[in-house]
């Protein structure tokens, strides 16, 4: 039963990665958002991604950088919410 439970983990670590890292790529592309915010982004999906690889990490880098790049694009989409029409 314990190897199904690591092996649901390890597919969500990857397919969080993967859709984290993806989402860093579209922020890349997006006018008004700045460019390491994009890159933070991808840096926590890698992270995921290798997570998912390594059957039985922690992830903690992969939570240090979601949580600095959703804090900061947080702030970003509060300032652009007041400053617009």
Not at 3 to 24: C, K, N, V
Not at 66 to 83: D, F, K, M, T, Y
């Amino acid at each position: 039963m314990q190897s199904l439970e690591w092996g649901m983990r390890r597919y969500h670590s990857f397919m969080l990665g993967l859709a984290i890292a993806m989402s860093g790529v579209a922020i890349d592309r997006t006018p008004g958002i700045p460019r390491l915010i994009a890159l933070l982004m991808i840096v926590s999906g890698i992270a995921y991604l290798v997570q998912g690889w390594m059957l039985g990490s922690k992830g903690l880098v992969g939570i240090v950088t979601v949580v600095a790049w959703s804090g900061w694009l947080l702030v970003i989409a509060w300032r652009a919410r007041r400053s617009g029409p």
